[in-house]
């Protein structure tokens, strides 16, 4: 739905998929999509759940899921003591699994918000294959980190520079999902699995 040829991959999976064009942000920075997305509420006056002292023992998207009998996962491309991630999503049930770790020989290339969008989708793609070579269902809530300035990404991906823009960042995290839904579709695992792709706020 955006500039033509910056998307290819959005755009054939919203082809082949169910795409929602009528979403609205909870608010202008991650917390509040994350507190919308984990918890199914809008915005609530103050700060977000995440980042106040009382936010633990919720009933989250997470927590019906281990119900069911999967295990929650939260993997994020940056370090999880940012915004308090790790104090929300490990006092809510799931495991945190963060840049750390990544192991130094996986990463690409990496900025101060986090490692690149490839080398945390090849990560979740790992943790996701151990649990389920053992049997074990997995609901995975994955966050990246490369659509933020200074807008950098690994050369030689897309035809737009590194650091130029906002839409090279963009086009890179578009192609980064085209690799993991790629890498994905070679998985036994695939067939069973739906993923959801959604931005966490507004600009």
């Not at 915005?43 to 023992?57: E, S, Y």
């Not at 790629?182 to 998985?187: I, Q």
């Amino acid at each position: 739905g955006g500039r033509k040829g910056l998307t290819p991959n959005l755009d054939r999976l919203a082809r082949e998929g169910l795409a929602f064009t009528q979403m609205y942000a909870t608010g202008l920075r991650t917390v509040r999509g994350l507190e919308a997305l984990s918890l199914s509420i809008p915005p609530t006056p103050g700060h977000a759940v995440l980042m106040r002292k009382d936010n633990t023992r919720f009933q989250t998207l997470g927590s019906v899921f281990k119900e069911k009998g999967y295990e929650p996962l939260y993997i994020y491309g940056g370090y999880s003591v940012f915004d308090n991630m790790r104090s929300f999503f490990g006092g809510n049930g799931y495991t945190v699994i963060d840049r750390t770790a990544v192991a130094r020989d996986k990463v690409s290339h990496e900025t101060i918000w986090g490692v690149a969008d490839e080398d945390i989708f090849r990560h979740a793609l790992d943790e996701i294959d151990t649990r389920a070579a053992s049997g074990r269902k997995v609901f995975a809530h994955i966050m990246t980190t490369s659509n933020h300035r200074p807008f950098t990404y690994p050369k030689g991906r897309i035809d737009i520079p590194s650091g130029a823009s906002r839409e090279g960042a963009v086009k890179y995290t578009d192609w980064a999902i085209g690799e993991l839904m790629r890498e994905a579709a070679n998985r036994p695992w695939f067939k069973e699995t739906l993923f959801v792709l959604i931005a966490d706020h507004t600009s």
